[in-house]
């Protein structure tokens, strides 16, 4: 496919339906191919519980893996995708239904070479998973309908797909951004929306970034869509904002005295439908930081420091995650290799929920995802060491 003539303009892509599945002739890879991971749920639950204090929580063995995305439909069923990097890897789904510690479903969504983080949406009975793919060079979504799963890449010419971040659109669409990094000569950060069958696809902030700084997007009750990532260039965390076709780039916290500032962001929406709540890693050293917590809009801002941590390494992570309760309350979970916490800002102080240690003998994975469910309880997922590549674990609050 020929790069576009002008990245300002969305460009419609050919539906899948029209191209076929998008899989070379080769490629013998089954969308939903079911996986034998059975273990006594009593066993999977003692594997993932950690070090500490876990009254109140539950544990579960979601499967083998790293890197998971979590969603929670409102009935409390929890969703999870998790991946293992590798040349003959794959991409996979798993679902543990209400109150349940063993895992009800587990496929395969497709096999071949992919890179996390990935991301996990729902919306009503379907399921919309996003990785990327080294292969194709194209972030891909693994569409699940009931039982049923499908493959649609969302083709560009670039290397596009890294870190990818979606939401459900007001009008029931999927919105997506990753990245098209520096590392692969790529143009900078790339915004599609799924429509069902067609891909339109723009450049929504242009540049040349790494991929491995993490970003987030989200859409506000007036339809402008905002993705929060980290300029690897400035040391900064930057916001993109799309509003009436038209993307404008600010910045959230500029890098100060840190190392740098904006690392591994996550968002989320206030309910009064404008006011978003962010939390990201400002780092002092390679392997020291604070979690940051930022509230307000495009070039208005109020940060405070949220929980010290240390002992992290790597890049391309999750260590930050936030939702928030029913009272509208930021609670924020953080992840190191060995340490995991729990906590909610109330007032503009610093409440303690659960701080948890990797067991013996155990690495955390440093990445997090948290979700508050209808009922109120609070859903994590994370992955640590102990199976080959990884174990990916569930806990859940009472």
Same mark, same amino acid.
């Given at each position: 496919?020929?790069?576009?003539?002008?990245?300002?303009?969305?460009?419609?892509?050919?539906?899948?339906?029209?191209?076929?599945?998008?899989?070379?002739?080769?490629?013998?890879?089954?969308?939903?191919?079911?996986?034998?991971?059975?273990?006594?749920?009593?066993?999977?639950?003692?594997?993932?519980?950690?070090?500490?204090?876990?009254?109140?929580?539950?544990?579960?063995?979601?499967?083998?893996?790293?890197?998971?995305?979590?969603?929670?439909?409102?009935?409390? $069923?929890?969703?999870?995708?998790?991946?293992?990097?590798?040349?003959?890897?794959?991409?996979?789904?798993?679902?543990?239904?209400?109150?349940?510690?063993?895992? &009800? &479903?587990?496929?395969?969504?497709?096999?071949?070479?992919?890179?996390?983080?990935?991301?996990?949406?729902? =919306?009503?009975?379907?399921?919309?998973?996003?990785?990327?793919?080294?292969?194709?060079?194209?972030?891909?979504?693994?569409?699940?309908?009931? &039982?049923?799963?499908? %493959?649609?890449?969302?083709? =560009?010419?670039?290397?596009?797909?890294?870190?990818?971040?979606?939401?459900?659109?007001?009008?029931?669409?999927?919105?997506?951004?990753?990245?098209?990094?520096?590392?692969?000569?790529?143009?900078?950060?790339?915004?599609?929306?799924?429509?069902?069958?067609?891909?339109?696809?723009?450049?929504?902030?242009?540049?040349?970034?790494?991929?491995?700084?993490?970003?987030?997007?989200?859409?506000?009750?007036?339809?402008?869509?905002?993705?929060?990532?980290?300029?690897?260039?400035?040391?900064?965390?930057?916001?993109?904002?799309? $509003?009436?076709?038209?993307?404008?780039?600010?910045?959230?916290?500029?890098?100060?005295?840190?190392?740098?500032?904006?690392?591994?962001?996550?968002?989320?929406?206030?309910?009064?439908?404008?006011?978003?709540?962010?939390?990201?890693?400002?780092?002092?050293?390679?392997?020291?930081?604070?979690?940051?917590?930022?509230?307000?809009?495009?070039?208005?801002?109020?940060?405070?420091?949220?929980?010290?941590?240390?002992?992290? &390494?790597?890049?391309?992570?999750?260590?930050?995650?936030?939702? %928030?309760?029913?009272?509208?309350?930021?609670?924020?979970?953080?992840?190191?290799?060995?340490?995991?916490?729990?906590?909610? %800002?109330?007032?503009?102080?610093?409440?303690?929920?659960?701080?948890?240690?990797?067991?013996?003998?155990?690495?955390?994975?440093?990445? $997090?995802?948290?979700?508050?469910?209808?009922?109120?309880?609070?859903?994590?997922?994370?992955?640590?060491?102990?199976?080959?590549?990884?174990?990916?674990?569930?806990?859940?609050?009472?």
């Amino acid at each position: 496919m020929k790069r576009w003539g002008s990245w300002g303009a969305a460009i419609a892509v050919a539906s899948l339906a029209a191209c076929g599945d998008g899989l070379g002739p080769d490629d013998a890879s089954t969308p939903g191919n079911p996986v034998d991971d059975t273990m006594d749920p009593a066993v999977g639950a003692l594997m993932c519980k950690p070090s500490g204090s876990t009254t109140g929580w539950a544990f579960s063995r979601l499967g083998v893996g790293t890197k998971p995305a979590l969603a929670v439909g409102d009935d409390g $069923t929890v969703h999870a995708a998790f991946i293992f990097e590798d040349g003959d890897g794959w991409t996979r789904y798993a679902r543990l239904d209400p109150g349940g510690q063993a895992v &009800s &479903s587990l496929v395969t969504i497709e096999e071949g070479f992919f890179y996390g983080p990935i991301d996990l949406v729902l =919306n009503g009975a379907r399921s919309w998973v996003l990785y990327h793919d080294h292969t194709r060079g194209d972030q891909v979504l693994g569409a699940r309908i009931g &039982s049923d799963w499908s %493959l649609h890449p969302m083709p =560009n010419s670039g290397h596009d797909g890294w870190y990818g971040s979606g939401t459900v659109s007001a009008r029931g669409t999927l919105l997506t951004a990753s990245y098209d990094p520096s590392g692969f000569e790529g143009a900078g950060m790339i915004y599609g929306e799924w429509n069902g069958s067609d891909w339109t696809i723009e450049l929504a902030a242009g540049g040349s970034f790494d991929y491995a700084g993490g970003m987030a997007l989200v859409q506000a009750g007036d339809g402008s869509v905002h993705v929060a990532f980290f300029d690897d260039v400035l040391g900064e965390i930057m916001l993109a904002t799309r $509003t009436g076709g038209e993307w404008t780039v600010t910045t959230v916290e500029a890098g100060g005295d840190a190392l740098d500032v904006g690392y591994f962001p996550d968002m989320v929406v206030d309910p009064d439908g404008s006011t978003l709540h962010m939390v990201y890693l400002e780092r002092a050293t390679a392997s020291t930081g604070v979690v940051r917590y930022a509230r307000g809009g495009p070039g208005a801002f109020e940060m405070m420091d949220v929980v010290e941590v240390a002992g992290f &390494s790597g890049s391309a992570r999750d260590i930050a995650t936030l939702d %928030l309760d029913a009272f509208g309350r930021p609670v924020i979970a953080t992840q190191t290799k060995s340490d995991f916490t729990v906590v909610r %800002l109330v007032d503009g102080a610093v409440q303690p929920i659960a701080s948890f240690s990797a067991a013996s003998g155990i690495t955390l994975g440093q990445q $997090t995802e948290i979700e508050i469910d209808a009922q109120g309880r609070t859903h994590i997922v994370r992955w640590q060491s102990g199976e080959n590549p990884g174990t990916v674990c569930h806990a859940v609050s009472g």
